[in-house]
């Protein structure tokens, strides 16, 4: 009896300290520039065994791979095996969309390994007036229905965290948020400037909760395996898969222009739009909105959120791997910057909001301009200047970046700069009104396929 008593007071005594420490490190967010401590910039141009990078022949043969190594087995943690689309069937689609603008098509993929099945749905909308579209690809965070107000998008009956904003309660998510997110996607400006968008609910590939037993992950699991291992995929490489799956189904949609997707994300689906352009390069440009910590912001500077504190409230978004680096960023054999080179040369965009110190946005600001030296290997513009430029006074290169004013969000002005560096990098705006020999019949034939990949 005694015994017992004093384990649960040792238990106890072990989880208030726990507690206690990761409060403290969340307390101990620092937000003073004069505080955020001297640390060196892993080099890009030099290999982890010393050696210079001249060229871009060098980078991709000696200094690209292990820097995706590094990422892939100590942070994001690696996907363990290949699984290709089982089938796709379009289970909706409809022409006379966004105010007659465009024609919308839902899609529903499925997955099958391990006796285990998971299913996600693509929402798509493709301007009439382009008969192969370039397109913006995107997860949300409340479900497609709340993209856009469109009575035709079905709701996913998938787990979603309870948000009174939203009127989710009981995890399921309802008619109530149809069209809730307009504001943040505008979808209809995409339209306009003949784009397509392509979204999907990311709580379909894997629920955003401290738990390996839902989701992708169990369907690449090993026999007897029921989490990652320490070097395995978190959260964020599942999202990140999920979006090269989004592609192989691009690949095939007559619709998409499949060699122009921008694959865009938002905070922590920012840091996943990030992730999944470095890992997979048939992606055309990606953009990291307000992305943070363990997105574009550099880790070393310790400023607003830290490894020690996403790790302890995010336990499921990294690879275990990754808590080495709890307290320890001065470890780390790279940082942000070196995420975003490996967009290089595909043209990479990071947007900050003043209000979000959170998410660092000087920190978001430094990365973009450290991972210049690798574009400028290639021969393209980054960001010249360690400068921060203005509240919005946006810098449109290869590598782009633009701060506005106000809060962690995505807004209209956030997406009309997206837009405008879109046509600048996707070669102008000469998709649009390429329009001609595309007739209705042939959207529709096409509709009719499922195929077996
Ligand atoms: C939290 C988290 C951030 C993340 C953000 C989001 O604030 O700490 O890292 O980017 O959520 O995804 O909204």
């Known amino acids: 009896m005694e015994y017992l008593k004093t384990l649960i007071i040792l238990f106890l005594s072990l989880f208030l300290f726990l ?47 292990e ?32 105010n007659g603008k465009a024609r919308r098509r839902q899609v529903e993929i499925h997955f099958e390994n391990n006796g285990k099945k998971l299913s996600f749905n693509i929402l798509l909308y493709f301007p009439n007036n382009v008969e192969k579209a370039p397109l913006f690809l995107g997860y949300n965070f409340y479900g497609n229905h ?136 048939r992606f055309a440009g990606a953009i990291s909105n307000n992305s943070g910590c363990g997105g574009a912001a550099l880790s070393k500077r310790k400023f607003g959120e830290t490894v020690e504190v996403i790790n302890t409230a995010f336990p499921h978004w990294f690879c275990d791997n990754f808590s080495v680096y709890n307290n320890n960023e001065e470890a780390l054999p790279v940082d ?51 400068e921060m430029p203005g509240i919005h006074q946006p810098i449109h290169n290869s590598v782009a970046y633009h701060i506005r004013s106000g809060k962690h969000s995505v807004t209209e002005y956030d997406w009309e700069q997206y837009i405008k560096w879109a046509n600048t990098i996707l070669g102008k705006r000469n998709h649009l009104f390429s329009f001609n020999n595309f007739s209705r019949s042939s959207f529709f034939s096409f509709s009719k396929a499922s195929i077996r990949s």
Do not use: C
């Open 336 to 386: 942000q910057h070196a995420l975003i080179a490996l967009m290089a040369p595909r043209p990479v965009y990071i947007a900050s909001a003043e209000e979000d110190r959170w998410a660092d946005p000087k920190g978001e600001f430094l990365s973009a301009y450290h991972a210049t030296p690798v574009y400028e290997l290639y021969g393209k513009t980054g960001i010249n200047s360690e």
């Open 19 to 65: 507690q206690s420490n990761a409060q403290s490190a969340a307390e101990r967010t620092n937000y003073d520039e004069s505080k955020v401590p001297d640390f060196e910039l892993p080099d890009l141009l030099t290999t982890f065994d010393g050696r210079k990078i001249k060229s871009a022949k060098e980078w991709e043969t000696l200094r690209r791979e």
């Open 67 to 98: 820097v995706l190594d590094f990422f892939t087995n100590n942070m994001y943690g690696k996907i363990p095996g290949e699984l290709n689309i089982d089938t796709w069937e379009i289970v909706e689609e409809g022409t006379g969309a966004i």
């Open 146 to 281: 709340t993209v856009y107000d469109d009575p035709n998008i079905r709701v996913s009956d998938a787990w979603a965290r309870n948000n009174e904003a939203y009127s989710i309660t009981s995890h399921k998510m309802t008619e109530a948020s149809r069209g809730a997110q307009t504001a943040n996607w505008q979808v209809e400006k995409m339209i306009d400037a003949g784009y397509g968008f392509a979204t999907i609910y990311y709580g379909e590939v894997d629920p955003d909760r401290n738990d390996f037993d839902d989701g992708i992950h169990p369907l690449l699991y090993a026999d007897n395996q029921n989490k990652p291992l320490d070097n395995e995929w978190g959260a964020i490489t599942a999202w990140a898969w999920g979006l090269t799956k989004a592609m192989d189904y691009l690949e095939q949609d007559r619709g998409a222009d499949a060699s122009k997707v921008i694959v865009f994300g938002h905070s922590r689906l920012g840091k996943t739009a990030l992730w999944a352009g470095a890992m997979d390069e």
